[in-house]
């Protein structure tokens, strides 16, 4: 392989040296209440195709791509301490959905072509496995705070998007 095709695509370089660590892929979509797990099959550097199987039982799959995009995370574990862990997130990223039988599916993506890419969503914050907490006091501290609005989902087992309204 030429250097040139080798750093063609810089995105599926970042995903490259990410997979060479223990990893875990997640799919996430703003409207649903919790992370598919996904592996990744096929990365081609110089084109950015990334081709990711699903096992999925459900039937709403679908609504995990959003005007034909699909959003991760890539986690991966960096040195001996399980803190310390690197995170790259892509947002609507464009992808195809093939099933490929009742509960597996396939999405072939297109990485972009950079990795800045401009964003017109609001924060996201995630919340600790262990916080006990009820949503009405999460509201009313999202209401004081200037920077939040009222007016979105809590789930402390997930992450939850803030968007201004």
């Known amino acids: 392989m030429s250097v040139s095709a080798l750093y063609k695509n810089p995105s599926a370089n970042v ?3 990410l997979l060479q660590h223990t990893h875990e892929l997640s799919i996430y979509a703003k409207d649903m209440p919790y992370a598919l797990k996904a592996h990744i099959v096929e990365l081609n550097l110089s084109t950015g195709r990334l081709v990711l199987e699903v096992d999925y039982a459900g039937s709403d799959i679908e609504d995990y791509l959003v ?3 699909v959003s ?3 986690e991966a574990l960096k040195g001996v301490h399980a803190t310390e862990r690197e995170t790259y997130s892509l947002s609507s990223v464009a992808a195809n959905l093939i099933k490929m039988d009742s509960a597996l599916y396939r999405l072939e993506c297109q990485l972009p072509e950079s990795v800045f890419v401009q964003e017109n969503r609001g924060a996201r914050y995630a919340f600790p496995l262990f916080l006990a907490c009820r949503p009405a006091s999460i509201s009313k501290f999202i209401c004081m705070n200037s920077t939040f609005r009222p007016g ?9 998007w803030l968007t201004s309204i």
């Open 67 to 69: 005007n034909g995009g």
């Open 152 to 160: 979105c989902a809590i789930y402390p087992w997930a992450v939850v």
């Open 72 to 74: 991760f995370d890539l």
């Open 15 to 17: 995903i490259r040296s």
